[in-house]
């Protein structure tokens, strides 16, 4: 990855089913994770809906929402017009490669909007790449494995969880974070557990 400029991006929907996005954040960052830009955009055909977004499994976050958008640290915007800076910062800034965790999940719920609201620019039609792809480092060591034994964070299946929230504590050694379920802020941590997977 070296001299590479990536994006991490995250989405929030309105729940696992219907996955039309309200918001989209991202950051653009260096292959060593120095970030050189972040976006964190509402989408004002799903937010600005209110009894759409009433819905959404987590409504209960609007008021830090519109907290953000009052100190203007997220705006409200046009489905197409986030696509369209999307693609302005991939060129812009070179752009070779997009991630997300479980980028299924993102991709699917980026495909389920451009169908609803559409959008004549498509900037993830190349694909995401899965961070999941690159935990196996991290998730297969013993350490990892005893972390979550310790810790409680097994699946059902008695296996060591791979949840976002349990790697960044794990690699960040804090079990009080809590993940925040908002599209820029689980950008960055997805940020980090990227650059530490690639690392391993």
């Known amino acids: 990855m070296k001299d590479k400029i990536i ?8 729940g696992i089913k219907n996955r039309q996005v309200y918001e ?20 004002k055909q799903t937010y600005e809906n209110i009894e759409l977004f009433n819905t959404a499994y987590y409504a209960n976050k609007r008021s830090i929402y519109e ?6 640290l997220a705006k409200s915007v046009y489905w197409g017009y986030a696509m ?3 693609a302005s ?14 980028s299924a999940f993102d991709i699917s719920a980026i495909e389920l909007t ?8 498509r900037p993830t039609a190349d694909g995401i ?15 990892y494995v005893n972390f979550c034994v310790a810790n409680g964070y097994m699946t059902k299946a008695n296996k060591p969880q791979t949840k976002a ?4 504590r794990y690699i960040t050694n804090n079990n009080d974070f809590i993940e925040d379920h908002m599209a820029l802020e689980d950008s960055r941590i997805e940020l980090d557990i990227l650059m530490r997977a690639l690392a391993c």
Not at 7 to 14: A, G, R, S
Not at 27 to 33: E, K, M
Not at 129 to 143: A, W
Not at 165 to 168: A, G, H, K, N
């Open 7 to 14: 994006i991490v991006l995250d989405t929030e929907t309105l």
């Open 24 to 43: 989209i954040g991202y950051v653009v960052a260096t292959a060593d994770g120095k970030v050189l830009r972040e976006r964190d955009y509402m989408i």
């Open 67 to 72: 907290q953000k958008l009052a100190d203007g």
């Open 84 to 86: 369209k800076v999307l």
């Open 89 to 102: 910062d991939i060129a812009r800034y070179g752009v070779s490669e997009l991630y997300a965790y479980n």
């Open 114 to 121: 451009h169908q609803r609201l559409g959008a004549k620019t």
């Open 129 to 143: 790449i899965d961070i999941m792809d690159f935990i196996g480092g991290i998730t297969n060591t013993e350490e």
């Open 165 to 168: 929230e349990t790697l960044f």
